[in-house]
């Protein structure tokens, strides 16, 4: 049971728009820290995709956007591809567990 | 470009203590302020963060793991290195070495970074 709960799996045409949700508490998302994103391909180390709830590192596309509300935070995908059917992970701080969380994961299938 | 690879034995005996080596290569693991961590992935599961160690030496560990985990760094070599111990087949994962600047600028903030270069990752199976 992760801190952080993702939806197990998500999917989508190409061409469409599709949101990963990344569920937390008051403890992590609601207190107000940060949530990042990580895209992992298959077989692969995962990479970082989205910093500090919103930000892209250099190189990752504007497809890739992320959001924060409450106790909770979203990855949005626009223009979906092929090349975008991987897991993608959510982070956070928890100051209960004093220790980084990820979410449970939420795998990406490309239809 | 900053590289991370991690290496260690592959193959475990339960009880035994896992030790695993993350090499930085690229860029000096004393140069700005970076916590360099570590993070693991059982065979088809999430991510599970184990724990980071700041350049100065400090440390800090997951609470469900802390009891067995001893993170150190050798400057001299640019590397730093996990130990787990009493190990269990539940430790069996792929184990990754990351680095996390201590801080990032965001419009209007700064902010703890994210893990922001990984390892390729290694496999670490615990069996007789």
């Known amino acids: 049971q992760s801190v952080l709960t993702q939806p197990p799996s998500v999917s989508g045409a190409p061409g469409q728009r599709v949101t990963i949700s990344c569920t937390g508490s008051?403890?992590?998302?609601?207190?107000?820290?940060?949530v990042h994103w990580y895209q992992q391909l298959p077989g692969t180390a995962p990479k970082l995709l989205i910093y500090?709830?919103?930000n892209r590192p250099s190189g990752v596309p504007d497809r890739f956007s992320g959001s924060k509300s409450g106790t909770s935070a979203s990855l949005a995908i626009t223009g979906l591809q092929a090349e975008d059917e991987a897991d993608y992970y959510c982070?956070?701080?928890?100051?209960?567990?004093?220790?980084?969380?990820f979410g449970g994961g939420t795998k990406l299938t490309v239809l | 470009q900053l590289q991370l690879q991690e290496s260690g034995p592959g193959l475990v005996k339960p009880s035994e203590t896992l030790s695993l080596l993350c090499t930085v290569s690229?860029?000096?693991?004393?140069?700005?302020?970076?916590?360099w961590g570590w993070i693991r992935q059982p065979p088809g599961k999430g991510l599970e963060w184990i724990g980071s160690?700041?350049?100065?030496?400090?440390?800090n560990y997951s609470p469900s793991l802390k009891s067995r985990v001893t993170i150190s760094v050798d400057t001299s070599k640019n590397q730093f290195s996990l130990n787990l111990s009493s190990v269990t087949a539940a430790d069996t994962a792929v184990y990754y070495c990351?680095?996390?600047?201590?801080?990032?600028?965001?419009?209007?903030?700064?902010?703890?970074?994210?893990?922001?270069?990984w390892g390729q990752g290694t496999m670490l199976t615990v069996s007789s």
């Open positions: 990351a680095r996390r600047p201590e801080i990032v600028e965001v419009p209007a903030a700064t902010t703890p970074g994210a893990f922001d270069i």
């Open positions: 690229g860029g000096s693991i004393t140069s700005g302020s970076y916590y």
């Open positions: 160690i700041y350049s100065s030496g400090s440390t």
């Open positions: 008051s403890s992590n998302i609601g207190a107000g820290y940060d």
């Open positions: 500090a709830n919103s």
């Open positions: 982070q956070s701080y928890d100051s209960s567990l004093s220790a980084w969380v």
